[in-house]
């Protein structure tokens, strides 16, 4: 399972539609939190997204609206017995929030907080992915994130490996595995029964920024792209001051990088409520494009090149 769901879409500030940025990847039963903004742990209650399985927040930059949430999340989860530690990932300063954190107010939490500094280029290699730390352009230290799936090995073709006189059981797992197996004295080569490798799944997300080359890079092929959508056109001045992107320029990004779906989302509250001139105006350039609302969820398939 990998699943996005979208917890928080509005910029800068809540309104009565949207909370203010928190994105929810559910890969496998483990929960990733990227960014959280006020009011995140009421709507993963909303959404029924789990809080046990949360192992990391990993945060783009330390406005208000991208990581208010943790404090009130941390103390519901520390009542709700957690003893195990939690990651909190973030640009320079993380330390100093780790910090506060536990200074702020008159409560324990019975688990530790686990703060780690992040700089563009570095890398966060778990067991069957890794999340790849981009350069953002933002008005203050900023960080976007890609989650990248290990290649899958290729499709088993059982019914080869029956006429080549493979018996079926453990000999098959080892073909599977990419080693060779003997067979009444003829070797039998994995590759030639495993078809070529099958990438994995990739998912972008932006946090707040121009439209830069590290997430062009990161975003070549990916199943999702998350960015800044702050703006509309006719805004693009006060983007371009603000440190945020538009619409359209989030679209001709996803289109140079060919990526299979692109969301909208941090959108500012002038657009809250009818978003309609973001989309249009992205879909002029990109029609693979939706408009984040505060808990969708999207489901990424495998997409195999077979
Ligand atoms: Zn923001
Ligand atoms: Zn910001």
Redesign the pocket.
Known sequence: MLRVTFLGTGG?LPTPERNPSAVMVNREGELMLFDCGEGTQQQMMRAKTGMKALSSIFI??F?A??MLGIPGLIQTMSFHGRTEPLKIYGPHWVHEFARILSALGYYKLRFEIDAIDLSPGDVIKRDDYSIMVLKTE???P?LGYALVENERSGKFNRQKAIELGVPPGPLFSKLHRGESVEVNGKVIHSKDVVGAGRPGRKIVYT??TRPCKAILEASKDADLLIHDSTLANDQQDWAIES??STAKEAAVLAKEANVLKLVLTHISSRYSDDPSQLLKEAKEVFDKVIVADDLMELDIPYRDRT
């Open positions: 800068s783009s930059h406005h609206d991208h933002h008005s203050i900023s946090g707040d440190m945020h």
